[in-house]
Structure formats: C-alpha cells, structure tokens
C-alpha cells in the first residue's frame, strides 16, 4: 500500500492507496493550525492498524512549521515500517485539485504578502519555475485563465482577469502527479528563506 500525506497549508490531508493505486480512504481537513495535533490521529483514523510500503509526503512550498510537521511523521513512519519515502509537490497537489483539462496556475500564500506560483499544463507537467512574488509582479508573468488555490483570489484580483479556483492539497490526488512531482527527496522546498534568522556572532 501507498500512504500519501500534505501539511503544507491550512488544510491537513492523508490518502491511502492500494497495489493497483486506487484510493482506499482519504482524509481532507481544513484546520489553519494544529497539524502537529491533528495529523497523529488522523493517520491512526485512516489507518486502521494498516501499514504501508511507501509513503509519499507533500514538501512544500508552504508552511514551514507543516512541511515540517509532515515530513517529521513521514520519515517517523518510513523509518518504522521499513516503508520507502519519497517527496511530492504541493503545488501540483493543488493544480491537481484544481479538475481543469487546461494549463492552470497553483498559487497560495508565500508570506510577506507575496505568493508560492507555479504554471502546470493539464499532465500536471510545470511549465514554469517555482516562483515567489508579490501579486502584482505575477500578475504581468501568468497568463493562464484558471488559477487555483489559496492565493488565487490574490493574483485573479491583481491582474484584473481569470478565474479563482479554490483548491487545496488533497493526498487522494497524489498518484496523479507525474513521478518527477512525486518522486521528490523528501526535503523541505521553502523557496524563501525563514523569518527567523540566526544571530551572526559578534
């Protein structure tokens, strides 16, 4: 069995799969904060005693504290399963989440009131970098209708055009991305740098 997982915004999800990939139970909640709280319990929800042989994590962009938090109970499960790991984007999550059989664009809230984006065609290929911008400035590089996820509104309302899609991350979408989205190292993509800086030594 495959088990996927994303904490990498408000919405906190996990999808197991079985040998021939169908999606035998999903859990999508929206909660904002509190994955570290959440997900345990989750996991034992959707579980059932059952264990998996990969396990395929959401990496980010995003939250800092949720791909951590994500990533921690991944490779705490992989370890204990002898379960192999691998990295997924959650952009692409959220373009898969999306349904559009068009390019669409995955944007959600980057900090600072700039934005995580990134362009996918309808395989769900990127056909952008990652970027991180403020709205205004993504407003004059994407130009696909559909936009989806939490920063859609953001960057529709910004260029004046488009259609915002909400969308957020679900793990029972996972085996749609292609293996290059899904078969990531299992590291944090921030695509920025953290708030919080180490003091420089005097």
Known sequence: MIL??????????AALFDEGGEC?????????????????PMLDELLEGRRAAAIIVGIGPGSFTGIRVGIAAAQGLAIGWGAALSGMSSLALIAAAAGQDQEVVAAMNGGHGELFIQAFDRALKPTSALLNLPP??????????????????????????????????SASLALRLPQA????????????APDAKAKSAA
């Open 136 to 169: 205004a400035r993504a407003a004059s590089l994407f130009h696909a209708e559909a936009i989806a996820g939490p920063g859609a509104t953001a960057l529709v309302g910004a260029r004046g055009w488009g259609k915002a899609i909400e969308a957020w991350p």
């Open 4 to 13: 996927a997982i994303d904490t990498s915004t408000a919405a906190c999800t």
């Open 181 to 192: 989205l899904r078969g990531l190292p299992p590291d944090p993509l921030y695509a920025r």
């Open 24 to 40: 035998v139970a999903a859990r999508d909640e929206l909660i904002g904060r509190g994955h570290a709280e959440r997900l345990a």
